[in-house]
Structure formats: C-alpha cells, structure tokens
C-alpha cells in the first residue's frame, strides 16, 4: 500500500509541528520531548479533583486505516484486556467493544482493515431512543451507558449504525474495578474513560503505538494545538456514514477508496 | 381463690408465653460485627457513613459516571479496598461469603444489593497480579458481521 495521504508537504507539517510543541508547553497540550522533532502527546492534563468533565473539550480519535494492518489484534486485545470483556465462546453473542472490519473496494480487488467501535457520536442516535435515560453523553463527548439505569432493552443497539453496543448475556464475575460490567446490561467503548480521566491515552491507541504502527490518534478536537486536530487539519479524513448527520468524535484516514 | 380463677389464669400465662416466645427467640438473632476496616477512621463518622451510605454512593456514583467527577471519597472502590475481609484462603472474600462486609449488615437487615452484579466485591490488586488471564480471547476480532462501513465505503 502506497503512503497514501500521510507523504504530504513535510517541511510545513513539521513546521506547524514544533510550534504546536511549543505552545503545548504553556497549554493544555501535555508534551514530552524525547529528541529534536520527536515527542509524545499525552491527551491532556488531569483534571484536578472534583472538576467536572468540561464541554470545552470534544474528545476525538482519527484512524489512519493506511497504517492499520489486516492481522493485527493489539487494539482489540489491549481493549479486552483493560475493561475485561473476554468471551464465552459465542460469537453471535459475545460482547465486543471493538472489531477489526474489513473493507474491500469491489472495483480494484483492495481490502483494508480498520478498527470499528463505539464513535462517540455528537448526535448520537442511542441517546435519542434510550427510554430510560441511561446512554447518555458526557460533555466532553464520550457517549456512555450508565448501567445503574440501564434496563437491557437494546434499543440503542438497534439504533446504533456502527453496531457499536453489546449485549452482556451472562453473568460477569471479576470485573476490571474501572470497568463494571455486568449481565443484562448494554456496553460498548467508553473511549477508557478512566485513563482519560487521568490524562491517559485509551488502551487500543497505547496498544496500536506500542507496534510501532502507530495508526490510533486520541485528543482533543477541540484543542487547535492538539495532534490529533492538526493531522484532521492537514489531512483528508472522514466520518464513517458521514450520511447520517452524527458529527462522530472518531474519523478515519488513509482509506483506499 | 375459687378452682375456677386459678385454672384461668394459669390458662392465660401460658397463652402469654405461646405467643411471647418467637418474639424472645428473634431477640437472640445476633448484632452483626462487621470487620474493621483499615485505617484510624473511615472518610466520615461511623454513625454517619451506616446511615448514610447509600445516598452517598448513589450521589457520587451519578456525579462520577455522569459528569466525571473523580477522586471524591465516597467511591464503592474506596469501600471495597478499605473493608476488604480476609478468608481463609488469604485472600479477600467475595459478596458469596456471609463474611463479607457489605454482607454482614445487609444479610441482618435483609436488604438486597445489587451493585455487585456488575462491580467487583473485592479490591482488584487481589484479583490479578497482571492483566487478565486470556482463556478467552475476544472472538470474532476480524469481523464476519454485516457492517454498514463496507458497504458505505465500497467503490467510494
């Protein structure tokens, strides 16, 4: 596969690059220099105890499917893993925060993979048909359901495009503390809330980072000096089923289409 | 006296006694002892957190999942890491145990809890030294469903 929109003009990008990094030192942006032109992103500062969840901030992931290799698991281990979702051995039924899904370009005989999960949507259709009021959506544009309310009727799955929710048909014992889960409620990603909580990055981008691929980019749309709002700048992206008027948190790059 | 009267009477104690005796055999259903947790005190007055507890965590589980509070002391997480009951294994009890200490009082007062279905009962450090244990691995990670993605992005 070709680099396909990532070849872009270098020179600007790293331009725009460091000065992001040097505003990010004083800003919201958390940045730690490893060397010249190289550093990592951190989503952003904690919020200090007892801070609400701000709307100031719309958090956001951009996919680059050009980076997303057919094979590769580590996003939907590192997710299973760090909100202890395993299954049973039932496929139809097993609950699953997030899939690879493989695209295929009828035309030239090209098929991509790329990760599909919950997209955070900022109209989010499982928020309008939920009766209970339990899927709902934090102001920073994390769409969660709160099981306390939940009462398993599914509609949000059948309103869901993505087929983002699961079902948790048995009963869970040893749960992850930062993840209850349990039968006869709906789940679906919650974009590791806790970690982001704590100013961390989801477990599937800290996986897909740790292959060296790199394809997962998580911050804060809203941040003009975040990286992940300078790569939708720069780069075409976007939102899956953009049809539907969902303005969805997740867009994807780099698709061969 | 007549012959009369003392029958009566003694008819009547031992009614009296028929119908006093559950109540005296429900005095004797013992006070529940729930373990100490650790620590001097608990985050508020002991008296307080029996009475109170329950709107506690239900105020800040709405503020913490809702509106993304975090780091509050009145968290379930807090409850379970600090009253965590050893067994005999070693190892902290589970809500199953009658030892466990949500358990003690509420099996007493007969008030079911449901928070355990989905939330853990013991602190997580516990549980697992590491990540979990994979003998089930997600299944399915390269999806066979119908997807609205290819469909949409076929050709596009």
Redesign the interface.
């Known amino acids: 596969m070709s680099c396909g929109n990532n070849c872009g003009d270098n020179k600007s990008s790293r331009r725009s690059f460091l000065a992001s990094m040097a505003t990010g030192a004083a800003g919201a942006t958390a940045g730690l220099t490893l060397a010249p032109g190289i550093t990592l992103f951190s989503p952003a500062q904690a ?1 200090s ?5 701000s709307s100031k901030v719309r958090w956001g992931m951009l996919v680059d499917a050009s980076k997303c290799d ?2 590769c ?1 580590a996003c ?2 590192a997710c ?2 760090e909100n ?8 139809a039924t ?1 609950a ?1 925060w997030i ?9 030239k005989g090209t098929s991509q ?2 990760p ?1 999960m919950c997209q955070h949507c900022e109209e989010p259709p499982c928020v309008d048909v939920c009766p209970t009021g339990a899927s ?1 959506k ?3 544009g ?1 769409v ?1 359901v ?3 309310s939940c009462i398993g009727c599914r509609y949000c799955m059948m309103a869901c ?3 983002a929710r699961s079902f948790v048909h048995e ?7 930062h993840a ?6 709906v789940e679906s990603c919650t974009f590791c ?1 806790h970690r982001v ?2 100013g961390r990055q989801p477990a599937c981008v800290e996986a897909c980072g740790g292959t060296k691929r790199g394809a997962l980019v998580f911050g804060d749309l809203n941040d003009p000096d975040s990286e992940i709002s300078g790569k939708v700048a720069q780069y075409p992206s976007q939102a ?2 953009s049809d539907l008027g969902l303005k969805p948190g997740v867009r994807y790059m780099g ?1 061969d ?1 | 006296m007549t012959l009369r009267t003392i029958v009566s009477s003694v008819f009547a104690l031992l009614i009296v006694a028929a119908l006093a005796s559950p109540l005296l055999a429900a005095g004797s259903v013992p006070v529940p002892e729930p373990a100490k947790g650790k620590g001097e005190q608990c985050v508020a007055d002991s008296q307080f957190m029996r009475k109170n507890h329950p709107s506690l965590l239900n105020h800040q589980r709405d503020d913490t999942l809702r509106q993304g509070i975090r780091g509050n002391e009145f968290s379930l997480k807090g409850c379970i890491a600090c009253h965590a009951v050893q067994g005999a294994d070693a190892k902290p009890v589970t809500y199953e145990d009658p030892k466990h200490f949500c358990r003690t009082c509420h099996t007493y007062v007969a008030v079911k809890l449901d928070c355990f279905e989905c939330h853990a009962s013991t602190p997580e450090k516990d549980r697992r030294a590491g990540d979990l244990p994979k003998e089930h691995p997600p299944t399915n990670a390269i999806s066979t469903w119908r997807n609205p993605v290819s469909q949409n992005c076929q050709g596009g």
């Open positions: 919020r105890k007892g801070e609400a969840a057919d094979g698991t939907v281990d299973a893993t202890g979702w395993q299954g049973h051995g039932n496929p097993d699953q899939r690879k899904v493989k695209v295929t370009d009828p035309a993979t790329l599909m709902m934090r102001a920073d994390i969660l709160d099981k306390h495009p993505y087929q009963s869970v014992t040893d749960q992850r503390t209850p889960r349990g039968k006869g409620t809330v909580d704590e899956i089923r698709l289409t």
